[in-house]
């Protein structure tokens, strides 16, 4: 019998690259962490930060993805080596997904030591104009909001004006409540902190109702979108 030769050098680098091309395929948390990783890239570009900030935005990303890769091949092998539920089989895939949950929370707060800063005086003067505006345009912002997002649901007769359709209704007045409180806050130094809690928040709405199966990606997108640039336009027209 003839022992099998171990690949070469070039073939383990093909095996490795066909690993991941296979993941991004299968597995759409990946797709969102790489879309996630490239903006943040192009965002610290942008902002022009310095060669060690860059070095370590690059590991935390490194490190939520081979994390997602991690699970990825812990899953694969739980589904091949159980045929039946097995508790052990289900904690083994639990605390895999939990290693990516740590990785990617230690990734956002990077992010937000590298950023703060840069996005705070970048925005402080936009913000300083319209931290003096009536809190009542709030109110008015969600009521204009709710009002857009019923009759384009009316005219495409896609979805009620509490479930389904598009835009999502909910996304809408996430997104409008977070520029809105991003817009009302005052000079202080958690101007910053306090906007991107509520955008998290809003965030996990949008999430919520893809998850559930109450509106696609782009229901929801065009909802946050839609929230967010009316809330805009209304503080920039009558503040």
Same mark, same amino acid.
């Given at each position: 019998?003839? &022992? ?21 395929? #299968? ?11 490239? %903006? ?19 590991? +935390?990303?490194?490190?939520? !993805? ?25 904690? +083994? ?5 939990? @290693?990516?949950? !740590?990785? @990617?929370?230690? @990734? ?21 104009? !319209?931290?003096?505006? &009536? ?15 019923? *009759?384009?649901? *009316? ?5 009620? &004006?509490?479930?389904?359709?598009? &835009?999502?209704?909910?996304? +809408? ?9 991003? !817009?009302?806050?005052? #000079?202080?130094?958690?101007?910053? $902190?306090?906007?991107?809690? +509520? ?8 999430? #919520? ?7 696609? *990606? ?5 909802? %946050?979108?839609?929230?967010? $640039? ?10």
């Amino acid at each position: 019998m003839t &022992p099998q030769r171990s690949p070469s050098l070039l073939q383990s680098f093909n095996h490795a690259a066909e690993g991941i091309v296979h993941a991004l395929r #299968t597995q759409r948390n990946l797709w969102i962490h790489f879309a996630i990783a490239v %903006a943040v890239l192009v965002a610290a570009v942008g902002f022009g930060v310095s060669k060690l900030e860059l070095a370590v935005l690059v590991l +935390a990303i490194t490190f939520v !993805l081979v994390a997602e890769l991690v699970n990825t091949a812990v899953e694969a092998a739980v589904d091949v080596s159980s045929t039946s539920f097995d508790p052990m089989a289900k904690l +083994a895939k639990d605390i895999a997904a939990g @290693a990516v949950l !740590l990785a @990617a929370l230690s @990734a956002v707060a990077v992010g937000y030591l590298v950023f703060s800063g840069q996005v705070a005086r970048r925005s402080s003067r936009f913000l300083d104009r !319209l931290s003096d505006l &009536p809190a009542e345009l709030t109110l008015v912002a969600l009521a204009v909001t709710v009002i857009i997002v019923i *009759a384009v649901k *009316a005219y495409t007769g896609r979805g009620t &004006p509490l479930r389904g359709g598009l &835009p999502s209704g909910h996304a +809408a007045v996430a997104f409008a409540a977070w520029m809105a409180v991003t !817009l009302l806050l005052d #000079t202080s130094d958690h101007r910053f $902190l306090i906007s991107s809690l +509520a955008f998290i928040m809003a965030l996990l709405v949008a999430q #919520t109702r893809v998850e559930t199966g109450v509106h696609s *990606a782009t229901e929801v997108a065009s909802g %946050a979108v839609l929230g967010a $640039l009316t809330t805009l336009f209304l503080f920039q027209a009558f503040g």
